[in-house]
């Protein structure tokens, strides 16, 4: 003889019902700012400066994945400034 074989149930499974088995949601990620084009663009005291961080932040020039210690004190952006990639250069001219 056979034995009956508990059936799987089908379809979409069920929400949980005990708080422990809910998963806890995602934490969202601080959005990054960028300053106007009028602001960047108009060649007025913007100054490189270096931060406090002991690892580099990652350059916010698009196409650039360099790592720097060097932000724009104007637009509070970070750039590379270095001799063979001067991000803070192409960022601030047209």
């Not at 034995?3 to 949980?16: E, F």
């Not at 708080?19 to 602001?39: C, D, F, G, I, S």
């Not at 060097?70 to 970070?78: A, E, R």
């Amino acid at each position: 003889m056979k034995k009956p074989q508990a059936q799987k149930t089908r379809g979409r499974p069920s929400t949980p019902t005990s708080p422990a088995e809910q998963e806890q949601p995602l934490l969202k990620q601080a959005m990054e700012r960028h300053p106007l084009p009028e602001v960047q663009m108009d060649m007025m005291d913007h100054m490189p400066n270096y931060d406090d961080k002991l690892e580099g932040t990652r350059c916010k020039q698009p196409f650039c994945s360099g790592k720097t210690q060097v932000y724009c004190d104007k637009c509070k952006v970070n750039l590379c400034f270095v001799p063979h990639r001067n991000c803070f250069k192409a960022a601030h001219r047209k």
